[in-house]
Nanobody, 125 residues
Framework: QVQLVESGGGLVQAGVSRRLSCASS???????????MGWFRQAPGKEREFVAAVSRNGGNTYYADSVKGRFSISRDYANNLVHLQMYNLKPEDTAVYYCAAGSSATSDWASYDYWGQGTQVTVSS
């Protein structure tokens, strides 16, 4: 089992960049390289939606059309982190962002076994 903790959220203005990070916590000893990792987000009154995913070896990445070209998911194996770099943020990116760990990099949230508590990103216009 792995416990996930997101960080990096906050209140930002439209057009700026922000980087979210996902770390494992606890004494399980599991490293994030053991899992495919995904980022999802949920805005008020909306369903949770896929944002990005990366395979275990980092060789394959996937993005939602709404963020393609603006967001980048990456792995930091040395520090056991997964990042979501967000560029040119828009008000519609406002949401709680969750990282998730699972067996395969997919856009299906039900495929992920472990979830963080989320970090709020608010983009003002």
């Amino acid at each position: 089992q792995v416990q996930l903790v997101e960080s990096g959220g906050g209140l930002v203005q439209a057009g700026v960049s922000r980087r979210l990070s996902c770390a494992s916590s606890g004494r399980s000893g599991r490293t994030l390289s053991t899992y495919a990792m995904g980022w999802f987000r949920q805005a008020p009154g909306k369903e949770r939606e896929f944002v990005a995913a990366v395979s275990r070896n980092g060789g394959n990445t996937y993005y939602a059309d709404s963020v393609k070209g603006r967001f980048s998911i990456s792995r930091d194996y040395a520090n056991n982190l997964v990042h979501l770099q967000m560029y040119n943020l828009k008000p519609e990116d406002t949401a709680v962002y969750y990282c998730a760990a699972g067996s395969s990099a997919t856009s299906d949230w039900a495929s992920y076994d472990y979830w963080g508590q989320g970090t709020q990103v608010t983009v003002s216009s």
